[in-house]
């Protein structure tokens, strides 16, 4: 019998007995960038900010939200992306800026749901309608807008000029102030609002930059 064959029921219990990590083991969809799979770290009722470990994969606690400022949707990133250098030459070109890198982190979304989520940790379909240019000092750091696949409300918003002004203004003041702390304010700018097709180019080049990044990792995890 081949080594292949092998593999192959090896590789089905593994992926039963062990969780995948989020960044890397979970597909992000045959439709992206259309459709795509996220990763939810936050939910709007959480006091503390929790991120995934990179190297584990596990939800940890960055920080305890020590002032009023509430994620106003569901938090996380999309994965199997990565902001590299496709990702920061489209910055630049975006926003006029010259020596921008990628800040090395797959890109973070947030999804609006009428429904009310209780708690992270969970995976979610979601459509992307646009999001925000945003640069932390030199780096990189979009933050798309998606609506929940299918959702009851928010399914008939297919561009982020179809939101309401409020609901705009409010993710992109958490945006510019949830890393502030009193007397010790943050180089966070927005450049741009950007739409449905703006989106979609930072999903494929990041889906770009994640293969170039990670290459070594895809090959040994063909072998699983």
């Known amino acids: 019998m081949s080594s292949n064959k092998l593999m192959d029921p090896i590789g089905k219990l593994m992926g039963l007995r062990y969780k995948s ?8 969809g045959k439709e992206t960038p259309e459709v795509i799979n996220c990763f939810i770290e936050m939910v709007p009722t959480d006091t503390v900010k929790y991120e995934v470990d990179k190297e584990t994969g596990y939800l940890k606690i960055d ?8 994620v106003p949707a569901l938090y996380g990133f999309i ?14 070109e975006k926003s006029g800026k010259k020596d921008i890198k990628g800040d090395g982190d797959p890109i973070d979304i947030c999804i609006l749901t009428e429904k009310d989520i209780v708690h992270g940790d969970i995976l979610a379909k979601a459509r992307p309608i646009g ?7 030199n780096e990189s750091d979009d933050k798309l807008v998606a609506v929940l696949n299918n959702d009851a409300v928010y399914q008939n918003y297919k561009d982020i000029t179809d939101l309401p002004d409020l609901v705009v203004d409010r993710l992109k003041h958490y945006f510019l102030t949830y890393k502030d702390l009193p007397g010790n ?10 739409g449905k097709e ?7 080049r990041s889906v770009n930059d994640y293969q170039q990044k ?5 090959n040994l995890l063909s072998y699983v």
Request: aromatic share 12%; net charge negative; glycine share 8%.
């Open 21 to 28: 990590h989020p960044w890397h083991g979970v597909d992000i």
């Open 63 to 70: 920080r305890p939200q020590k002032y009023s400022n509430v």
């Open 79 to 92: 994965p199997q992306t990565y902001s590299g250098d496709l990702v920061a030459e489209f910055c630049m």
């Open 131 to 137: 999001g925000f240019r945003m640069i932390d000092g």
């Open 185 to 194: 304010p943050r180089d966070v700018e927005i450049t741009h609002v950007f």
């Open 198 to 204: 703006e989106a979609h180019e930072v999903i494929n």
């Open 214 to 218: 990670f290459e070594k990792l895809g």
